[in-house]
């Protein structure tokens, strides 16, 4: 973060860069991987909305919960109302903001070890009641119905279109995300995180801060969920599991949570790696169980701490030291 | 009342099978503090050893779970040497790391398996017990019941009354004062993970004939055991051996009267309770952080 406000020239040649890269993507790929690319980038903001909530240092197993929240959301909304994409995705916000609003309550009351546990049982009790409730939600075989409109010509479901919307609503939730994390609200929740007791000492509400984190970071990934469906066209409860929670994991601890960025690097990287082995298809989650140890074991600032290690060993100026992964 | 005194029968026997498990993960969490999400995995390769060694292979079911115990213990050996030791800093590591573990375990399952429909093992022990003409338990989970019992009653006996237990015990207690003690503390944690791994490997051993095997097994086992570890309380043992057979009677009757996912609903949901009302659980004492 000490970037901000430093915008240079190379900043600027990067941006543009990554801006051509992104716009002319999908024009390189087949189809297969455009359908990639697009969970790419809806798994993008899935990152980046679950690292806000691991700001305050709490680390929650709900999250994955939450898509599925906004998912069904979107589903139910298009199927009943008859509601389309640009007003399925707020409502799908704003359901994941409100159900998260009213998880805080029981959730927020505890901390580390106890909230891990704690929203892992809260979010496999809303996944048990979609697969019970069949009448609403579908039971295992979930919703069908739901898929994205065909606006002035254009057909939503042809992945290029659609990778350019994604891409269009991903990169402003990135940035208000973003501004929220450099704004008073993000400083308050790195000094929750890193010095409990001193910002409660100054007037500091933690609870409250804690909760804004989680329904915010709900919020975004409800869209992401709403994002996902629509282009799916269908929903169940098993696109929701811890299995997918753990994807999540890996992907921000491999890239780094320290920076706004990491979790980026580490969807992005892992996701072109995890194409590359698909042809190994049975042992590729024991590939991913290895790096994501080596990682741990290794490299526990994740991907994004390469540049800064390699600068260090060259001596090319000292680098600041980052804090330890938990400050217990 | 047959089926009231039947569910009760049902759920001791469960009961005793949960906790072979849920003690696993308290004393693991206890000593290391560490929790340990591969420990439904760990089960899992009990029940796939008894699967290879005695319906493969055509060996006796005992000898196979003292294969299953050991072959447990050694992957429990080597998580708490490789992963845990290293990363005991920091508690989440060690619980990405066990992600990891959980991840290889599955995949070396299928491997070992075929990636086909769930494996059966046929029950070694055939007949059923009728006790006052009414409850019917069949012999193999009378066996199930009487090993599960007599291994907790060997672990009570040496956490309480060896010398090894009473430092395990105080290592639980505080990890610090125990080290000044002079109690080797990673001598402690490899004791722990051992006799975790070997309950695992035990419950996997057990419920191998009475169930379906495939490498996806052990995500209920977790489930169930976070629900048994946080209503007994974190890192008390007889709370978990209380907690475990309370809710294995509570699902057990949930289950007959609603359907069992409904029952794991509402374990869930008296799960959260208990976090918010009695965060110790109903015979926790506080855990030193």
């Known amino acids: 973060m000490s970037d901000q406000g430093r915008f240079n020239l190379r900043h600027a040649a990067l941006g543009a860069a990554l801006l051509v890269i992104v716009v002319s993507v999908p024009h ?243 996701t072109i790696f995890d194409e590359s082995i698909r042809e190994f298809e049975i042992v590729r989650p024991a590939i991913y169980g290895g790096m994501l140890i080596l990682s741990i074991l290794f490299l526990p600032l994740g991907l994004e701490s390469i540049p800064s290690k390699f600068r260090s060993w060259f001596g090319a100026g000292s680098t600041p030291s980052e804090p330890p992964l938990t400050d217990r | 009342m047959d089926l009231v005194l039947q569910s009760i029968v049902n759920g001791l026997i469960q009961g005793g099978f949960y906790s072979l498990f849920a003690i696993g993960l308290v004393l693991i969490f206890g000593v290391m503090r560490v929790v340990n999400f591969a420990h439904g995995e760990l089960v899992m390769v009990g029940a796939f050893t008894i699967w290879v060694v005695h319906a493969q292979f055509g060996i006796g079911y005992i000898p196979a779970i003292a294969v299953a115990i050991v072959l447990v213990t050694v992957i429990g050996l080597l998580m708490e040497r490789v992963l845990f030791r290293p990363t005991r800093a920091d508690p989440l590591a060690g619980l990405i790391c066990s992600i990891g573990v959980l991840f290889i375990l599955q995949v070396i399952a299928t491997l070992v398996g075929g990636d086909g429909p769930s494996k059966q093992v046929p029950p070694p022990y055939h007949g059923t017990l009728v006790l006052f003409e009414m409850i019917r338990i069949p012999y193999q989970r009378v066996f199930s019941l009487v090993v599960s019992a007599a291994a907790l009653g060997g672990l009570w006996f040496f956490l309480t009354r060896s010398k090894f237990g009473w430092a395990l015990r105080a290592v639980a207690m505080d990890r610090e004062v125990a080290a000044l003690q002079g109690i080797n503390t990673n001598k402690i944690s490899i004791v722990a993970i051992s006799v975790g791994a070997a309950l695992a ?18 995500h209920n086992v977790i489930v169930t055991a976070f629900i048994v570890t946080i209503v007994g309380g974190v890192g008390s043992l007889s709370g978990a051996i209380l907690a475990a057979i309370l809710y294995a009677m509570f699902h057990t009757f949930v289950t007959v009267y609603f359907g069992a996912t409904i029952a794991t609903i509402a374990g869930l949901t008296l799960m959260v309770v208990v976090l918010i009302v009695k965060p110790t659980g109903i015979m926790g004492v506080k855990v030193s952080e």
């Not at chain 1, 929650?60 to 139910?76: E, P, Q, R």
């Not at chain 1, 359901?95 to 998260?100: H, M, N, R, S, W």
């Not at chain 2, 996997?204 to 097994?217: E, K, Q, R, T």
Request: glycine share 12%; charged share 10%; net charge neutral.
């Open chain 1, 28 to 270: 390189f790929l087949k189809f297969h991987h455009q359908d990639l690319l697009i969970f790419l980038t809806i798994n993008v903001l899935v990152v980046c909305s679950y690292r806000l909530v691991t700001l305050t240092g709490e680390w929650s197993l709900i999250h994955a919960v939450m898509l599925g929240v906004g998912a069904y959301a979107a589903t139910l909304s298009h199927n009943h109302l008859g509601l389309e994409i640009w007003f399925t995705l707020p409502l799908a916000g704003l359901t994941g903001a409100l159900v998260a609003a009213l998880l805080c309550f029981p959730l927020l009351r505890m901390t580390q070890f106890y909230f891990l546990i704690g929203s892992f049982a809260a979010g496999e009790a809303i996944r048990l009641i979609w697969v019970e409730w069949v009448s609403v939600f579908g039971g295992t075989s979930g919703l069908r119905g739901v898929e994205a409109p065909v606006v002035w010509g254009i057909d939503f479901l042809d992945p290029i279109p659609y990778y350019y919307f994604c891409l269009a609503v991903v990169t402003l939730c990135l940035l208000i995300l973003y501004r929220i994390e450099n704004s008073r609200i993000g400083l308050t929740l790195h000094a929750i995180h890193w010095k409990a007791a001193l910002a409660e000492s100054v007037g500091v509400d933690a609870w409250k801060y804690r909760a804004l984190a989680f329904i915010i970071g709900s919020f975004f990934a409800a869209i992401a969920g709403g994002l996902k469906i629509h282009y799916l066209g269908s929903v169940t409860p098993n696109q929701f599991t811890i299995g997918f929670m753990v994807f999540i994991l890996i992907w921000v601890i491999v890239g780094g949570y320290n920076k706004f960025y990491g979790p980026i690097i580490g969807v992005v990287v892992l």
């Open chain 2, 201 to 218: 490997g035990l419950a996997g051993g057990l419920v191998a004939p009475l169930g379906n095997i495939n490498p996806h097994m052990g």
